[in-house]
């Protein structure tokens, strides 16, 4: 059976839930969220209840405004009262303390602090992903291992090095060398030699 989050949370943090929300459909976890899915004119709570219960799972977005909403204290009762699995994402400002006052200290939930930085909510996903029941990959996949194929080598040899003086300027002294390029085939089957001819440098 796929697994389903209701996301209980203050409007106010909205822009945390949408990147929330993306992040779960992002691994083909089926989301609900009042504020993305009611429509304007629609009854509030019959259809969040119905959906509380339909959700395998409960997430709540704990940040001071929604300790202070109405809706998300009602919202948690409901999946209380449902016996849902409950996992708490709170907010810099809210400690864990806080929520023995909201669950009783005998039923405290799984609980995740986001971190004060910009990608907090990124570097708290593989902890939100073990809380909702998620298996994490234990076995490592290693890559293929390619076998290196033979290359051919194409080899320049340089022999008979020498300076010399050039007559014609001066005290100009010019290394020379006698040069041959030599190709050797990848199968190292065969080999083929240039002429030698000779270089000299400028």
């Keep these: ?3 389903s989050v209701f996301i209980s949370h203050s ?10 929300r993306q992040a779960l459909e992002g ?3 089926v989301t609900w969220v009042d504020s993305e899915r009611l429509t304007a004119g629609e009854a509030l709570k019959p259809e969040i209840n119905a959906n509380i219960e ?12 929604a300790l202070q909403s109405d809706w998300v204290q009602r919202e948690i009762e409901h999946a209380k009262k449902l016996g849902k699995k409950i996992i708490t994402l709170t907010g810099p400002q809210v400690v864990g303390a806080m929520l ?17 930085r910009p990608d907090a909510l990124s570097k708290a996903l593989p902890r939100i992903r073990a809380a909702l029941g998620l298996d994490l990959p234990t076995r490592v996949v290693e890559p293929p291992q390619v076998q290196a194929g033979p290359v051919a080598d194409l080899v320049l040899e340089l022999s008979n090095l020498a300076m010399e003086q050039i007559e014609s300027d001066g005290n100009v002294r010019r290394a020379t060398a006698e040069a041959r390029l030599r190709f050797i085939s990848a199968d190292l089957g065969r080999a083929v030699e240039s002429k030698p001819y000779r270089i000299v440098t400028r």
């Design 1 to 3: 059976m796929p697994v």
């Design 11 to 20: 409007s106010k943090d909205h822009a945390l839930v949408r990147e929330l």
């Design 27 to 29: 691994l083909q976890i």
């Design 54 to 65: 339909k959700a395998s799972r409960f997430l709540t977005v704990l940040t001071l405004e």
């Design 100 to 116: 023995g006052y909201i669950f009783g200290r005998e039923n405290l939930p799984a609980h995740i602090a986001l971190e004060d």
